[in-house]
């Protein structure tokens, strides 16, 4: 019996698809999840290998399948057991993609959304850092576990962007930095004073640097001089209220003169203050930015270290235009927070919003 031939819609379609321009193919299977795009081999014989070349991959809980068991187990060890499972299926995953590469890897995102020890992410790392040249990493570990960042993955010197979760970063700062590097997210990170400095001073092309969770270091205090060419800072998580903080702020803002815009986020527990501030922003009375052009906190109290560093960023940066203030105080007290300021000295005409 003869085989049906195809339909001309059918052929006309498998040749539209097999004649795809690679680029556009690629972008095509960046947006699918990894498994998805590993399915699109069965479209033709000439797809079947192409979602090998893509060079964006995302590896998370659902690059695998559920997993579902018959058994009734108490529900402590039938946990465990399902987060075991999930987490091998998810390295052998990694590794089977990996070995069946036929291009460059220049984004690596791993987001398990499970609790585990990763202490398998090194070999992946390991092999990324000798045979890829990954521009943008993004490790997103759980808070259960601390995981600590092997040292070939600051050999990755054309990283563009960098950002990591519950990591620790404890090596002594013998690393030559990176070069290329333009964005820095670092989440929960746990690093020494000594380490953070020593990275900072070594990302000559750094633009933007987000910091959640204050660092695990005993201090900040050190004024060491570095140039940074940053142009934007997050801070969240902070208290303007701590003076390991606001040290660290003051130190980080002298060091970049280039910064155009400043976003803290600020904790909500409140500090006496009286007892607290020690007038460190004096010591930075040099500081004069002449680029910044946008500062905005958000759970801003009408606490003197609070009210001292808004006015600090008034009276040295002469571009800026906006201040936006989220508040946390009480109306009355509002009223009189935002009198107080726009009667500071100011270097421009700035204004100021307190919502």
């Not at 997993?67 to 590794?95: G, Q, V, W």
């Not at 045979?131 to 490790?139: A, D, F, G, Q």
């Not at 979760?165 to 000594?194: A, E, T, W």
């Not at 009667?343 to 100021?352: G, L, Y």
């Amino acid at each position: 019996m003869k085989a049906k031939r195809p339909t001309k819609a059918q052929r006309l379609s498998s040749t539209t698809i097999s004649t795809l321009p690679q680029t556009i193919i690629e972008n095509i299977l960046c947006f699918l999840p990894i498994r998805e795009a590993a399915r699109t081999s069965i479209l033709s014989r000439e797809w079947r290998y192409k979602w090998t070349t893509i060079p964006k991959l995302e590896f998370g809980l659902p690059t695998v399948s559920e997993i579902t068991t018959e058994e009734k187990l108490p529900y402590d060890i039938a946990s465990a057991r399902k987060n075991m499972d999930e987490r091998c299926k998810l390295f052998n995953a990694i590794h089977q993609v990996l070995l069946m590469r036929q291009g460059p890897i220049h984004e690596f995102t791993f987001d398990p959304y499970i609790s585990c020890n990763c202490f398998e992410l090194d070999q992946i790392i390991l092999h990324l850092s000798r045979n890829h040249t990954v521009k943008k990493l993004r490790l997103a570990l759980d808070s259960e576990y601390s995981y600590k960042l092997p040292l070939c993955a600051f050999s990755m010197h054309q990283l563009t962007d960098l950002d990591l979760s519950h990591v620790d970063i404890d090596h002594q700062p013998i690393f030559s930095g990176f070069g290329s590097l333009r964005s820095l997210c670092l989440y929960s990170v746990k690093i020494s004073k000594k380490a953070l400095l020593h990275l900072l001073s070594n990302c000559p092309s750094l633009k933007r640097f987000s910091l959640l969770g204050f660092i695990a270091c005993s201090r900040l205090g050190s004024r060491r001089a570095f140039n940074l060419h940053l142009k934007y800072f997050c801070f969240e998580e902070m208290s303007l209220d701590d003076d390991h903080h606001l040290t660290f702020l003051a130190v980080l803002i002298k060091c970049s003169p280039n910064l155009e815009k400043i976003v803290l986020v600020a904790e909500l527990e409140y500090y006496d203050v009286n007892e607290v501030y020690s007038g460190i922003l004096e010591k930075y009375s040099d500081v004069w930015l002449e680029h910044i052009k946008e500062l905005v906190v958000d759970y801003f109290n009408n606490s003197k270290p609070s009210m001292e560093f808004v006015k600090f960023i008034l009276a040295r940066s002469p571009k800026l235009k906006k201040v936006l203030i989220g508040s946390v105080v009480e109306k009355d007290e509002e009223a009189e927070m935002l009198k107080f300021l726009l009667q500071a000295p100011r270097a421009s005409t700035v204004e100021i919003v307190v919502k």
